[in-house]
T-cell receptor, first 114, second 113 residues
Framework: NAGVTQTPKFRVLKTGQSMTLLCAQD?????MYWYRQDPGMGLRLIHY???????AKGEVPDGYNVSRLKKQNFLLGLESAAPSQTSVYFC?????????????FGPGTRLLVL | AQSVTQPDIHITVSEGASLELRCNYS??????LFWYVQSPGQGLQLLLK??????LVQGIKGFEAEFKRSQSSFNLRKPSVHWSDAAEYFC???????????FGGGTRLMVKP
């Protein structure tokens, strides 16, 4: 039981390049989330999904797209990377079985945009 | 809109000393409150959570937190800190739908031997 995994662990991009971050969970959770973590700002929600085939915007969605084609996977895409997107990205998942179920976090992806 | 403030960016305590990390929240209804811990290079791990009932909540690793509605606070405490507690701690408030967490900016804890 791996929990929540993220690939890659680290990536360097040049401005304007694109990339996709992959999040996978093996807990059969309905809900999945993408956050970014910046110093002094905690974690901010980028996008989330409440089920396969559904996505919704969070607090800071601009410049990102997401897809949830399979229940266990949640992809975060950057179409044209900008230096402001240098951050650590965390994926999380949770079950809606009871209100405010715990969110389980992946180990993070560190992204540097030059 | 919900928000969380952690007034202390850095805290240093001696090993064996007591610890209190402050958290203040803003939320229009009954809040759902969480404390997470993040060790260097790791993801976040849930320490404890409050939904309702007893305002003193016990968590893992000997941590506890007290919900005080009158002060809009949810402070984290530990009676005796261990060197392994050095990490960053995040307070968060959740919405009623259970799908949005708002995090504070975090408090980095350092433990002196």
């Amino acid at each position: 039981n791996a929990g929540v995994t993220q690939t890659p662990k680290f990536r360097v991009l040049k401005t304007g390049q694109s990339m996709t971050l992959l999040c996978a969970q093996d807990m059969n959770h309905e809900y999945m989330y993408w956050y970014r973590q910046d110093p002094g700002m905690g974690l901010r929600l980028i996008h989330y999904s409440v089920g396969e085939g559904t996505t919704a915007k969070g607090e800071v969605p601009d410049g990102y797209n997401v897809s949830r084609l399979k229940k266990q996977n949640f992809l975060l895409g950057l179409e044209s990377a900008a230096p402001s997107q240098t951050s650590v990205y965390f994926c999380a998942s949770s079950s809606p079985d009871s209100i405010q179920e715990t969110q389980y976090f992946g180990p993070g992806t560190r992204l540097l945009v030059l | 809109a919900q928000s969380v403030t952690q007034p202390d960016i850095h805290i240093t305590v001696s090993e064996g000393a007591s610890l209190e990390l402050r958290c203040n929240y803003s939320y229009g209804a009954t809040p759902y409150l969480f404390w997470y811990v993040q060790s260097p290079g790791q993801g976040l791990q849930l320490l404890l959570k409050y939904f309702s009932g007893d305002t003193l909540v016990q968590g893992i690793k000997g941590f506890e937190a007290e919900f005080k509605r009158s002060q809009s606070s949810f402070n984290l405490r530990k009676p005796s800190v261990h060197w392994s507690d050095a990490a960053e701690y995040f307070c968060a408030v959740g919405n009623n739908a259970g799908n949005m967490l708002t995090f504070g900016g975090g408090t980095r804890l350092m433990v002196k031997p």
